[in-house]
Each structure stands twice: as structure tokens, then as C-alpha cells.
């Protein structure tokens, strides 16, 4: 796993990247955001959605749910960026535009975006 810290529009932005799933289930997620927090200080994470294991975007697991709670319930705003185009699950996909329409949690298609989001985001 690779953590790279951004500043931007002076708010600190960790972008994780993995070859292998760092986020697995609720709890190696908040295992990541603690550990982004430990090293670097920044509360808002960029995450390669590459390093998401897949059913995180099966809403039915419930992972995504689970997942999203804890980092609110630890003031952690994320952006998971990468191709969701072959995602044809209409509550998926209204999963995602909920999420974008808000200011903690963002899908986007790459790290700019992503960054950008977060460095925008109250």
C-alpha cells in the first residue's frame, strides 16, 4: 500500500494505492483511515477503487453501508475513484449519485477528481 500525502486548497488529502485490497470489510477500512491519520494527520482519503475488494459495491452485503457509518462516526470524508461503468445496479447507481450529491463521501472517475472533491469539500 502506498499512501501519498496532497495539500490542496490548504487541506491535507491522503491518496491510497494498493495491488492488493486494503479495504476488505468495515473493519480494514477504519484500520486504513486510522492508520492514514496516524501517519499524515489528513481526515479526507482518496482510494483507488482498485484496492476496494468488489463487494463493497454489492449494496446488498451491506459492507458499503457499514463502512460509510464508521468513517462518519469518525469524521472521515472519502473519495473512491476509478471506472464504475460496468455497474448496471440501479441502487448502486443511485448509491453513487446520493453520495456525490453530499460532502463526505465521493465516486469519481480519477484521483484529480477525487482530490479535488475532498479539497472542496466543507
Not at 492514514?36 to 453501508?65: N, P, Q, Y
Not at 468513517?71 to 471506472?83: E, L, P, R, V
Amino acid at each position: 500500500m502506498n499512501i501519498e500525502l496532497i495539500k490542496q486548497n490548504g487541506v491535507d488529502i491522503a491518496v491510497i494505492t494498493s495491488e492488493e485490497k486494503v479495504i476488505t470489510d468495515a473493519q480494514s477500512a477504519l484500520d486504513l483511515a486510522m492508520t492514514v491519520r496516524h501517519e499524515t494527520g489528513a481526515e479526507r482519503i482518496a482510494v483507488d477503487k482498485k484496492a476496494i475488494a468488489e463487494d463493497f459495491f454489492i449494496l446488498s452485503t451491506g459492507m458499503a453501508g457499514e463502512i460509510l457509518q464508521k468513517y462518519i462516526n469518525y469524521h472521515i470524508k472519502a473519495a473512491f475513484y476509478g471506472d464504475y461503468s460496468r455497474y448496471t445496479s440501479k441502487p448502486l447507481r443511485d448509491f453513487i449519485y446520493e453520495s456525490n450529491q453530499g460532502k463526505d463521501f465521493f465516486f469519481v472517475s480519477t484521483k484529480e477528481e477525487a482530490v479535488q472533491k475532498l479539497a472542496d469539500a466543507l
